[in-house]
């Protein structure tokens, strides 16, 4: 299974972020995960942004969780981040990763079965 990102590079203040992760080398539909954000600002640590499981169910970072949603497209094999109202506080690379059990405001990249190569996204006018 590997994990592709893909975006706009950059992005207006105020403006909407919309991110897709391309799942291949398996059918989402037959993989039991849980799909996860997360972020990293440059000169940063990595942030958690939130998850969604297999069967739909959505969670996320208490910080980001009135911008933010999640949400899973099967039968195009890929998971979706809408990031809305940006801010240049949102300049990132973003990555995708997937997990086997539920694991909330985790960011070690060990915790995760599969994690993708990120794509940044700049957040200016």
Not at 53 to 70: E, N, Q, V
């Amino acid at each position: 299974v590997q994990l592709q990102e893909s975006g706009p590079g950059l992005v207006k203040p105020s403006q909407t972020l919309s991110l897709s992760c391309t799942v291949s080398g398996a059918s989402m539909a037959t993989l039991f995960y849980y799909w996860a954000w997360i972020r990293q600002p440059p000169g940063k640590g990595l942030e958690w942004m939130g998850v969604i499981s297999y069967s739909g169910s959505t969670y996320y970072s208490p910080s980001l969780k009135s911008r933010t949603s999640i949400a899973r497209d099967t039968s195009n094999n890929q998971v979706t981040l809408t990031l809305r109202s940006v801010t240049p506080e949102d300049t990132a690379v973003y990555y995708c990763a997937a997990s086997k059990t539920l694991i909330l405001g985790v960011t070690s990249k060990d915790a995760y079965e599969y994690w993708g190569q990120g794509t940044q996204v700049t957040v200016s006018s």
